[in-house]
């Protein structure tokens, strides 16, 4: 669902304005000096914190001024990202086509996809896009069907270990 997704991505940018604000808030005090505010945003760098996804970042002291300065210019909607207004580039025809490769030859990389979209079509989405593409499709859990087995042995004129192969010869070492 559309307004669902969108919901989503707007309770996020909530989420990451706040975890902003929370770092900030202590150095953004006015009646902090300009030394006392530098020393606490070096503090502040220097340690690991916990962003709204769970993960250990590290935020670097020009970030932490410059939210400062977002902060006191606009106020907290400043710390709230911008959603996106970006629509999909990549037509669906071509990510399509890009899967039915995928599931066609599971082995096929997402260089190979790019070549052949790209000879066929006259253009092709980045390797780095087709790769998003498999993950999120869940092509990337296809497997090759197995080789099968090669009975005999595949011999040339000339084998390294045993010299000059006479036609006819029984197959003797030597």
Known sequence: MPGQEDQTRLERAQAIGLFRYMLIREAA???LSRR????????????THVDPDGRA???TRWTLDRWIYEWRRAGFEALVPSP??????TPPEILDLAASLKRENPSRSAAQIRRIIGAQRGWAPDERT?????????????KAPAASAVF?????????????VR????????
């Open 57 to 59: 970042v590290r935020i």
């Open 130 to 142: 087709i790769q998003r593409m498999i993950v999120r499709e869940g092509l990337d859990a296809l």
């Open 167 to 174: 036609r006819g010869a029984p197959d003797s070492p030597g």
């Open 29 to 31: 005090d006015p009646t």
């Open 152 to 164: 005999g042995r595949l011999c040339c004129n000339r084998c390294p270990r045993r010299g000059p």
């Open 36 to 47: 006392q505010r530098g020393a606490l945003v070096r503090e502040l760098a220097a340690m």
């Open 84 to 89: 996106r207004q970006s629509r999909p580039r």
